[in-house]
């Protein structure tokens, strides 16, 4: 199963610094690095996109296309999301 994660935020986010190396470190836990594509998107170079997504605040996560977390989650919050994602 390939999985798109999308971490969506302004350059210099100070909580996106410091977290998205752990979230991105549980998805390839989860479903290892062929299996991933993480990409992190600049709100100010893509916010048409953004928006499409149903972006309301930052940072904002989408997998799959889908915007599935308004704030950053924690390890286990997100943990959690792949997990059933990967199940369902």
């Known amino acids: 199963m390939t999985i798109r994660i999308e ?9 996106c610094l ?3 190396d752990d979230l991105r470190a549980v998805a390839v ?3 290892g690095e062929a299996n991933l594509h993480w990409r992190e998107v ?4 893509e916010l048409d996109y953004a928006v499409s997504l149903g972006v309301l605040s930052m940072p904002a ?9 308004m704030a950053l ?4 919050q997100f943990k959690a999301e792949l997990t059933r994602l ?3």
Request: aromatic share 6%; hydrophobic share 45%.
């Open 42 to 45: 600049n709100v100010l170079e």
């Open 18 to 20: 410091h977290t998205k």
């Open 61 to 69: 996560i989408a997998i799959d296309g889908t915007l599935r977390f």
């Open 73 to 76: 989650p924690t390890t286990e």
């Open 29 to 31: 836990s989860l479903f």
């Open 7 to 15: 971490i969506i935020a302004a350059p210099g986010c100070a909580k």
């Open 86 to 88: 990967a199940l369902s």
